[in-house]
């Protein structure tokens, strides 16, 4: 029996049983479906932040009051001294300095929850219209003399209250009113686009701290060295601190360190994720088990023609991965489906950044995957099936 025929033994058996068949590949469709949609979200939100920091702050070096992103609320705070430190640094334009927390934000009795970043404003500008491309939906940017001035995110203009806001309203942070100067052109980051950015004065009443800073970010001159004058930074912040509890990043590094957290994050989903193929996995082998005992007879005559046992395992192992790739391209069709559904509606809720990942690797990789998952379920019970007597098979035995 050639490999065509054993192809076509092993199809024939699946069409003869499709109720069973079906019922069989529900696990696998299961599992591949959760397992591509959380990949294609994972990685196609790791690769629009990427591509942001790497674009939009390419000559930008990030720097923040603690090593660990998870232990900031507990870091030691800029001062003076530690800015002064920084703008000292040769190849070095300006400094972005500020503090930023999160407060509730109120308007016309209603409340939300929001990120407000006190800083300078003229630097501000400087580095949301140059280095990180941002734009005004309407508006102007605030200027140094203003106070209790702001500019906001386009979501929190929009969305975030019954009736939008708009230029020359005002919001209540803490106990002040603060008017709205500008608004944010869509960013499509749920941070930025339900920010509030106020000047650094009023920051320091807002969030009781006096020359502290909890954000430094450092735009590069053109055409210099970005690594050694984020060296040249450590260097001089080590000295003014006292201790190297700090993190100095280039755009690179940053999208390196949020790549690394994502990747965990979308290994762990996936892990679970697997525990659904491992149940269809187990379909499988049960079914292609139930299969063999019912098709005792007909393996006694295959073997009374001649068969080999190697071809009776190629049969029943060709089968089970069948079963896994039929299961592997439902699954596929539906995860990818559900994948475009969320970026979708994340996109109509002003989460812009949750991008479906979709490439041939995927769709490859996952359909290959779920045929060799399908193999190694059947591969037991057909080896088995394949080592039956063929005497007492064909009595019955």
């Avoid at 054993?6 to 591949?32: H, R």
């Avoid at 734009?135 to 975030?160: F, H, P, Q």
Wanted: aromatic share 10%; hydrophobic share 45%; charged share 20%.
């Amino acid at each position: 029996m050639n490999l065509k025929d054993i192809i076509s033994f092993a199809g024939k058996n699946i069409t003869q049983k499709k109720t069973q068949s079906l019922l069989t590949i529900v696990g696998i469709v299961i599992g591949i479906l959760a397992i591509v949609s959380l990949i294609s979200l994972g990685y196609g939100v790791q690769n629009y932040i990427t591509e942001e920091i790497s674009t939009a702050g390419a000559n930008v070096i990030t720097i923040l009051p603690s090593k660990d992103f998870g232990s900031m609320s507990s870091a030691k705070n800029f001062n003076e001294r530690d800015l002064k430190a920084v703008e000292k640094v040769r190849g070095i334009e300006s400094v972005l300095y500020g503090w930023s927390g999160a407060s509730i934000v109120k308007y016309r009795d209603q409340e939300s929850y929001s990120y407000v970043f006190a800083t300078k404003p003229s630097t501000y500008q400087e580095f949301y219209t140059g280095a990180y491309g941002y734009g005004l939906e309407s508006g102007r940017w605030m200027n140094d003399n203003d106070k209790y001035s702001c500019v906001i995110g386009y979501s929190l203009s929009k969305t975030a209250f019954n009736r939008e806001i708009r230029i020359g309203d005002r919001i209540e942070i803490g106990d002040r009113k603060y008017k709205v100067v500008g608004i944010l052109a869509q960013v499509g980051n749920p941070n930025d686009d339900n920010a509030v950015v106020i000047p650094y004065e009023a920051g320091e009443e807002l969030f009781e701290v006096n020359k502290e800073y909890n954000f430094m970010a450092a735009l590069v001159r053109p055409n210099t060295d970005v690594i050694k004058i984020s060296e040249d930074i450590k260097k001089e912040i080590e000295k003014s601190r006292g201790d190297e509890n700090f993190s100095v990043l280039t755009s690179e590094q940053l999208a390196e360190s949020i790549n690394s957290i994502f990747s965990v994050l979308t290994l762990f989903l996936v892990g679970v994720a697997g525990i659904s193929l491992l149940v269809g996995a187990v379909g499988i082998s049960n079914t292609m088990h139930m299969s063999i005992l019912e098709r005792r007879k007909d393996i006694g005559i295959l073997k009374a023609l001649g068969a080999e046992n190697n071809t009776i395992l190629s049969i029943f192992v060709i089968e089970a991965g069948f079963l896994g790739l039929f299961g592997g391209i439902i699954g596929t069709v539906f995860g990818i489906l559900i994948a475009k559904a969320i970026e979708y509606f994340a996109k109509i809720a002003g989460y812009g950044l949750i991008r479906a990942w979709i490439s041939p690797e995927l769709i490859f990789g996952v359909l290959i995957f779920s045929f060799v998952v399908g193999i190694l379920s059947g591969y037991f019970p057909a080896r088995s099936g394949a080592k039956l007597n063929p005497v007492d098979t064909l009595r019955g035995e």
